[in-house]
């Protein structure tokens, strides 16, 4: 064990003392993402927190289009794995196009309401050179080369629903990207959703015009990209669903981050390094090191919450209420975290990411 493995293991151990008793056995996660390309926002190192944790298992990842197309994405993910020495991990292809959105369709909201700046495998070339927008098998290489691991057999939705009917309420999904996959799996089998452990999603911000920011609402795009996937997921009856859209807004990718993840090289920080742009919000690794460790929550709520999915001006906007009103939209509550201690998240994070997952050398 390296030293910042153990470093992170001594954290976790004194934070689950702190909070109450360590699990008794391994927390199972399935990772479902649009898991982007070099260039701009990686969350393919959002894996970490999860991946250097001695109490969470991974079972897969699958994938989906949203920030790039599925097959681009998979390429980055599975090229990823290789890199950070985890190649036995599964990556099941999901969906390559929303339920009913199109990039047609957003282009005429657009031409009503007003611009999308970040329409991700829809953006325009011309402002996103990597961008291609017409042609969704299309793979832009990683920047060192194509991964040699391929895809699983089988779909995301299929796996999706195999693996709750194997582990009846253990599995925690974690949905980064849009909830196409989900949606797909609660369609072929009503039991599915019943059986997840829980769902933790990164969209249904809450704050989407605040403090004049008119690119607010845009940036729930893991909703906006698919609406009617997000409204049939929350319709759905799940034990318990966890958003973290907002809160995860608070911390960001800055060069003094980098530059002390950098202190201690792995894998994966030297692959951040390569790969992502500075000054991003850390979305995904937020979300994942709450998966981790539950106890650097220390501020929610709890609302019900839908997608509009008229096609009008709120299209793709998250409605809420209050639960004590019991409004007509949502069978399910959410609970939204609303603050993280901050310092924490940050700690285990850098520990994370420097941790080398590559299997050590075997002596003679």
Not at 35 to 55: F, K, R, T, V
Not at 224 to 234: N, S
Not at 289 to 303: C, G, H, N, R, W
Request: aromatic share 10%; charged share 20%.
């Amino acid at each position: 064990m390296t030293p910042a493995q153990k470093h992170l293991l001594a954290a976790i151990i004194v934070s689950a003392f702190c909070h109450g008793s360590l699990r008794a056995q391994e927390d199972l996660v399935i990772y479902d993402n649009d898991w982007n390309i070099p260039g701009s926002y990686i969350e393919q190192n959002a894996l970490m927190p999860l991946l250097a944790s001695p109490h969470v298992k991974v079972l897969a990842c699958t994938t989906v289009t949203g920030d790039c197309w599925r097959d681009e994405g998979a390429a980055s993910l599975l090229r990823y794995l290789e890199i950070i020495g985890r190649p036995d991990i599964p990556v099941y292809n999901g969906a390559v196009f929303p339920l009913v959105n199109t990039r047609e369709r957003m282009k005429h909201w657009e031409e009503t309401y007003g611009y999308v700046y970040w329409k991700g495998a829809w953006n325009d070339p011309a402002k996103f050179p990597r961008s291609h927008p017409d042609e969704p098998y299309k793979i832009v290489p990683p920047l060192d080369r194509m991964p040699q691991l391929r895809p699983t057999a089988g779909t995301a939705a299929d796996f999706l629903i195999k693996a709750v009917h194997e582990h009846p309420h253990q599995i925690t999904i974690f949905v980064g990207g849009p909830l196409t996959n989900l949606a797909l799996a609660i369609g072929l089998d009503p039991e599915f959703a019943g059986l997840a452990k829980r769902l933790i999603f990164f969209g249904g911000a809450l704050g989407q015009l605040s403090d004049g920011d008119a690119d607010g609402f845009h940036s729930d795009f893991d909703v906006i990209f698919d609406p009617e996937a997000a409204h049939i997921v929350l319709a759905a009856h799940w034990a318990k669903i966890i958003s973290v859209a907002d809160v995860s807004n608070d911390f960001y990718l800055d060069k003094d981050l980098m530059r002390r993840i950098q202190s201690h090289p792995s894998p994966a920080s030297d692959y951040l390094e390569q790969n992502s742009a500075i000054g991003l919000p850390l979305w995904g690794e937020l979300a994942t090191s709450i998966i981790a460790d539950p106890t650097l929550i220390t501020k929610s709520f709890e609302v019900t919450m839908d997608v509009d999915i008229d096609h009008g001006i709120n299209y793709g906007r998250t409605v809420i209420g209050p639960v004590n009103a019991k409004p007509r939209f949502g069978v399910s509550n959410v609970t939204v975290i609303k603050a993280v201690d901050g310092k924490r998240f940050i700690d285990q994070l850098v520990l994370a990411i420097q941790t080398d997952l590559r299997p050590k050398a075997q002596g003679p």
